[in-house]
C-alpha cells in the first residue's frame, strides 16, 4: 500500500522568509514518481514538480527546490523568500497502483 | 485551451436526493480520476476510469457512482447512502492509467447538505 505522510499541518512565516515543507512516503514499488501540487484558495491543483525513483538529483527551480532522498523516502519542498502569493496548501504525492496518494497537505500562510 | 471543467461550481444537496456532478476534458486524456476533499484530510480516491466503459472503486466509493460512456466525461452520482457528501470533490485526468507524467485538475464542486 502506498502512504504519504506531511507531518505538518500548519506554517506561518513572515514574507521573505524560507519555508520547508516535509514529506515522506512509503511503497514497495521500485519504480515511482513523486508530486509536489499548490492548492490556492481558489480550489485547482496546480502542478509544481514531478520526480522518479531513479533521479535524486535535487532541483532548484526559481524560488522553488527540492530535495529527493531515497534513502530516507524523503522528498522535501523549499520555498526560497517567500511571498504572500505563496500562501496555499500544499500536497505531496505519490504515484503507484494507477492512482495518485496523497498526503493530508501543508497550509502555509504567509503575512506581509 | 485545454483542460477539465467541472460544473456546477457549487451545489446544494437536500437530505435523500441524488445529485451528478460534470466533469469533462478536452486532453484527449484515457484515465480519469474523482477525489474528495475534507479539511485537514487531504485528498481520497474515490473512483478512477482507464478506459471508456471501464472503471474501478477507490479507496471510498461506498455511496457515489461513476460512469464512463464517453473518453472525455466521467460523471460522478452522490446518492442517497452517501451519509456525509459535503465536501469539495475534485476531478483529474491522466495520460494513461498509472499516468507519470503529471496529472490534471480541474477547479472542483463544493457540496453542501442542506
Known amino acids: 500500500a502506498q502512504k504519504v505522510t506531511q507531518a505538518q499541518t500548519e506554517i506561518s512565516v513572515v514574507e521573505k522568509e524560507d519555508v520547508t515543507l516535509d514529506c515522506v512516503y512509503e511503497?514497495?514499488?521500485?519504480?515511482?514518481?513523486l508530486f509536489w501540487y499548490k492548492q490556492p484558495p481558489s480550489g485547482e491543483l496546480v502542478f509544481l514538480i514531478r520526480?522518479?525513483?531513479?533521479?535524486?538529483q535535487n532541483e532548484i527551480s526559481g524560488r522553488y527546490s527540492w530535495n529527493f532522498q531515497k534513502s530516507t523516502s524523503s522528498f522535501n519542498f523549499t520555498i526560497t523568500a517567500s511571498q504572500v502569493v505563496d500562501s496555499a496548501v500544499y500536497f505531496c504525492?505519490?504515484?503507484?497502483?494507477?492512482?495518485?496518494?496523497f498526503g493530508a497537505g501543508t497550509t502555509v500562510t504567509v503575512r506581509a | 485551451d485545454g483542460g477539465i471543467t467541472q460544473s456546477p461550481k457549487y451545489l446544494f444537496r437536500k437530505e435523500g436526493q441524488n445529485v451528478t456532478l460534470s466533469c469533462e476534458q478536452n486532453?484527449?486524456?484515457?484515465?480519469m480520476y474523482w477525489y474528495r476533499q475534507d479539511p485537514g484530510q487531504g485528498l481520497r480516491l474515490i473512483y478512477y476510469?482507464?478506459?471508456?466503459?471501464?472503471?474501478q472503486k477507490g479507496d471510498i466509493a461506498e455511496g457515489y457512482s461513476v460512469s464512463r460512456e464517453k473518453k472525455e466525461s466521467f460523471p460522478l452520482t452522490v446518492t442517497s447512502a452517501q451519509k456525509n457528501p459535503t465536501a469539495f470533490y475534485l476531478c483529474?485526468?491522466?495520460?494513461?492509467?498509472?499516468?507519470?507524467?503529471?496529472?490534471?485538475f480541474g477547479s472542483g464542486t463544493r457540496l453542501t447538505v442542506v
Open positions: 486532453l484527449n486524456h484515457d484515465a
Open positions: 504525492a505519490l504515484s503507484g497502483d494507477y492512482k495518485l496518494s
Open positions: 476510469s482507464q478506459i471508456v466503459n471501464d472503471f
Open positions: 520526480r522518479n525513483s531513479f533521479d535524486e
Open positions: 511503497t514497495r514499488d521500485t519504480t515511482y514518481y
Open positions: 483529474s485526468s491522466g495520460e494513461d492509467a498509472g499516468s507519470n507524467y503529471g496529472y490534471t
